[in-house]
């Protein structure tokens, strides 16, 4: 399995080049009645489209997505969904320079030495395009999550040493800035820093924040297949991200168990509930019935326009300096990527616990 | 898809619960040819066995492994092995006061939710015993991993606050203490730590980190089943992790591109290779031939003899004692666990590279 | 992956060789709540073992089997169920005649060659023994289907030229006589025909038939994982298939399209029907509601103690006789095998089949 | 899953409608370093293509196909091969009659049953359509084989009753004839048969044999997923398909094991050999080195235009006429689709065969 395939029974396969004819992806396994339009599909799209601000590329693409099928009369068939962005930029640029010598922090060095040779145009495969086809996938799975009562926020938490305050926390402002920051000071300090870094042909990392709320308990599968597990996975699989934590993450190492564990209590309702979330959600590797928190790292993006050293095809040591405009935070368009992987991981969890329960089989395939 | 398969071409499956008649895994895909016999296995589950030191439980299990099959004259066949352990310890206890009421920490409520009911005996399959089956494969992986010049050094990182040194790293001292840390003076602090938290009925966190020495550069596929992704899966799933970091983790949200990229130069032999390591040893989700360092936080034993709110199955408000002896920490019967999952895991991948390139495929089919 | 996994949500891996230690199966996924114990398995096994009339092997195993797993107090818990089956003939033979040569008929080449070598006990993995594993999974999926109403009939349909008369068919006959046929005219014949063979040293050939009743419709994926696409791989796993048919089967090669087509109709409580049944209970890959049909045709037993000849390891022609007792006929012990496979890809759809309508979701995850 | 996945290592997802936008595939795991381009693929699905013959349908086409990913500079990548072809014909007609009612021998009510509701417009996802992504992916498979020595032959073998005779057998024949039979006396009465039924408003099935040459021995793994029963499932997918046989097939239920073996001997250079071939090539659920035979039998089409009664959507009897021009058989337009998924089938199995030895691994990861 050369993996592109994610999930289990709402499975994604996407496909696409930064400079091909076009990106995609396929999405088999969705659920059938889900009513579904391009719109729902674009609105997420253009959350991780470039140039819609000072840091993100300024290469406009538009990034317009069809459906080719499984959608009938507006309402999902049950057969696979196949969604496809044509890319309106692929100029018959030279490559061969760019084909000469292996970027540092870039997979050109470890895609020559798997396949033997490389697609060079605008990264090929490791680009940063290669999410489309996982945030339109996303798009779908959030859509569903809704449907049973589950919503995912998701923003930037972190940028260099700027952090967002919690005491700060305004969840409309995510989307009123280009940083997705739910912290306006934080989010002024960033674009200072941002810009300074601009300057200097440099570039930050920064972290991203997830939750999800309205998680029924029991999701995620009991050893291998994690709820932790697979979202470590979801998250991890994004080009970029080098840690993952869930709940408390790094904290629980130096932590004690008297205060690290969450005790359970009742709410008002007599439901069970847990005093505290130190866990982030999750329990044995299933959801319990808290908010799922989990936080991606980032590192900052490796195309900088500073001079830098390196090695060409022919072994020779030699300086580059990389021409083009980059972001120099890969994080702000990475926000949706995140809550898309989230998503589907979620509902592919979801999908999978239907047949936990004898009783559930039971449920429906009983003649009503 | 139940969860309890791991991996594609070298694939296991666990099975057991811990005070169940057994426990054990099978593999699937174990290439012929393998030299093989119980005591390769025993002294990869001896490193995780309880009753070594007194920060271990004193439970006296032996955890003796016989090969049921896949094995002919001492060597692999090429068909399933299957390993089994059988539990000595269990003995007919009344178990109603632990299945009445959820522990903070533990799996006892999201197992309820998920299945219904429950299997109360020892915390049944999300107990640490789940792990023999992880360990017993995992030695596999790593005889198999050494015979294409591989390694695998795995260690206590931190205990609490306490973290090593590296200007005292002491490989050699790994197995010379209990708690396996490669640094004599911390693991001395970390010993009047841990006795001070089991005097006072509590438990520690931790960390451990794993290096990965000898991979060949290109392993790993190159979207979703990325390197570093199918490890995050792979620590993630060991119970009690909440955190996984891969090369410089964290730290990459604070870096700056100039200082995270590592640049590319030539070894002595013209080999290319890079400056720095703040990768980990990835790029692009593939190994990018530099050593492979991955880094997982524990949380502290959620079983402490502390007193703990929670609520009971009639959905009352109780406190609880957890009676017995328990570790004051998880980490250093872990580690062996995060050596055996990282070898699973870089194993099947590398198997799953084979057919990358055509080339490959005629090397493997054409007559010699 | 190497093929001894079997299934999707229900999966199943089976382990094992003719002559080592135990043989045994791994079911993953099995819904919590079903009540179990070792009878409901041995019941099943009971109808492969050996040793129950003059046209099988002599050989009296017992096969008794032993729950390891997944099941507490009587009821299944959701967790792996392990399931073993020590062999109790395990002597210490000399094998090294039966290893220096090729059987025709068997697998003894095919494994050498995958392998680089074999375990020659018995046949190893490729016996007939192998097929306790899936009998074993296949008697919980059973029970599973008759708690949604669905049930499943299997019979020697026929052996060599001796077909049952669909006009003498007796269903409560069919365990009445060791060859499983359902026409006690037709098993008479067999049997002499079986006596005059064996009197020669030589083994026939037969024909299996299934039929399952109480088929929902719409089980079955729409383009691969088709109904009949996976019953036919199902049953063509069993080791001698070497046809498997669908309703009318072959002989819709030579039919028309106004009578092989099924017309619609309703029945007395205005249910949709057919009016015949060529399709076997499969349109487009899915269960049309009708009783679904299939036939598998099994080769001679190719273990014949007439004089044959083969090629030993040495590059030599040569001329061997297999010594012991074999059975003349594969078929009465593979009824119960194919009536297992038939279970499992039954029970496997039918669960991937609960996420197919959204309103199947909301059904399951709504709070009441 | 939900089935529009086949393959593991070598892995199609296919998708599209019959009157959607579009129909295509995308190949994961396709080795890198192959040269293609899309004549490779369109001379496959030109195979395929309608209004080549009276005896099959007028509708044109033209079914170009476009490479969307994956190959650059002639040479595949190694990353996923986005294939697509355009629907020329997606009038916006009135589907609404063809949707209330479900016709005889099609999927018109199980996708109802299984989804709640369906795309009626020609056929949906249950048209023959649907195998473009089969037979464009399939053209890449048969060419990779050829590289490594292995080739397919597929042709009619039968319609209705009429067989071609061994004698005739003329493999250049193939091509010159619209029916693709090896035997042009049986071509010529087999197109009187089907004229005479297309004046009846009647159609007929008939049978596709296929051989591989070429392959090594010990290809297909070694319980459930052996190579028979993967080529069981993967031509038992296609529609209309009602049986599978595999080298002697049905014939072995009536035959004896003295004369069903096939002795070894030795070929002319020494070596091993079989001196028949009932096996089909295929021993243990491995290739024995021998030519790998297989056999499809299709059921009629069932679009037909005489009338026939059926039900509609409000439960009424009714009686119907299939309009349109429909081709009266199946068989010839299929014989590409059996030999894409018999190429897919070998590829995968071939691939996954790699890591069976461990010896293979340290052929391909040690360093020359």
Redesign the interface.
Known sequence: ??????G????I?????SH?????V?I???????CLNEEDIQSFLDRRKPGQSKYTTARKEGDEV?????V?EG????????L?VFNKDQHSKDYSEIASF?R????D???????????P?GG???SGR?TIGRVAAGAIASK?LK???ISILTYTA?I??ILIDPDRFDEGFINENPLYMPDKEASVKASEYLDT?RS????????IECLVKGM???????????L??????????I?A??????????K???????T???????DET?K?IK?TNH??GV???????DTLILRA????????S?Q????NKN?E?IAINIKGRHDPIIVPRAVVVVESMTAITVLDL?????????????????NP
């Not at 399995?1 to 994610?6: E, F, Q, R």
């Not at 396969?13 to 080049?17: A, F, P, Q």
């Not at 029924?216 to 599968?221: L, N, Q, S, T």
């Not at 979801?350 to 395939?365: E, F, G, H, P």
Request: aromatic share 8%; with cysteine; net charge negative.
């Open positions: 399995m050369a993996g592109s395939n994610y289990t029974d709402f499975r396969t996407t496909w696409g080049e091909g004819k076009a990106l995609g396929v088999d396994g969705c659920p059938a009645g889900l069809s459906i080719l099928s499984g009938y309402k999902t068939t049950g057969t696979p969904i196949s496809i292996y540092p922090g870039h997979a060095y470890t895609f020559n030495e798997k396949y033997g040779f490389r697609d145009r090929g495969r490791s290669e569903i449907e049973i009562g972190s260099g040493d870094l200097l042909g440099d570039s930050s990392g920064g972290t029924p308990a029991g999701i995620g599968e009991t050893v291998f297949d994690k932790d597990a697979e979202l470590a996975k979801a998250i991890m699989s080009g991200v080098k840690a993952v934590e869930i709940g408390d993450g790094i629980v190492s130096c932590a004690k168990g008297s690290n564990n969450d005790e359970f209590t009742l007599g069970i005093r866990s982030g329990l044995g590797g299933m959801s319990d019935g790292h980032f590192k900052p993006t490796p195309s900088i500073s830098q050293k390196t090695v072994n040591e979801l999908m999978r616990n239907m047949s936990s329960k004898l009783d559930n089989l039971k449920k429906i395939y009983s």
